[in-house]
């Protein structure tokens, strides 16, 4: 991508040859391009990156740059921060442990019903968190304890069936014979 931007190279034939949308090229540039000159005025040839410009060296404009190696090094960082361990420390940890085991084991209540019941869950994080929390073994509180989860299918409303009349006078008079 790198180098079809040197060679200003329009993004949708970026995206076509690479196997992209042009949207998610755009993403990419964006999310993971170098700013220079940050407090300068913008330049006034329309283009999303400096990387093919002629006048880049003499240019005292708002200058973008796109480099592959350090978008790569970006995009690993952030998937590798995002399956880090659980960033919530022992105290809370502690303190999360002993509402759940006394809302699941001593009162057998959901994880729902102790979530929604206790304002200090709701700071420290979420009921799904506290699920995956859970199934980590993180507490004390063990999967089989917990209630049953289940999502439903909604159940669609059945549109109304429309009765055709037809002419009533043609069935009177008949019996079963006549069918």
């Known amino acids: 991508m790198q180098v079809l931007l040197q060679y200003k190279t329009p993004i949708n034939e970026i995206a076509n ?3 992209f949308h042009k949207s ?19 330049c006034n040839i329309k283009h999303i990156v400096c990387n093919g410009c ?13 480099d592959w190696e350090i978008a790569n090094k970006k995009s690993l960082e952030i998937r590798k921060r995002s399956r880090e361990k659980v960033n919530i420390n022992e105290e809370e940890l502690k303190l999360i442990n ?3 085991l006394e809302g699941i084991r001593k009162n057998s209540q959901s994880l729902h019903h102790v979530y929604v019941s206790c304002e200090i869950l709701h700071t420290i994080c979420s009921e799904r968190k506290l699920r995956r929390l859970i199934e980590k073994r993180l507490f004390d509180v063990k999967v089989y304890e917990l209630k049953k989860y289940v999502r439903y299918n909604h159940k669609y409303k059945k549109s109304p069936v429309e ?7 043609v069935l009177l008079n008949r019996t079963f014979k006549d069918f």
């Open 17 to 19: 040859k690479l196997g």
């Open 24 to 42: 998610s090229i755009y993403r990419e540039i964006e999310k993971y391009s170098i700013h220079k000159n940050v407090h300068s005025r913008n």
């Open 54 to 66: 002629n006048k880049k060296f003499n240019c005292t404009s708002f200058k973008t740059y796109y």
């Open 98 to 100: 002993d509402i759940l």
């Open 163 to 169: 009765i055709n009349l037809r002419d009533i006078k």
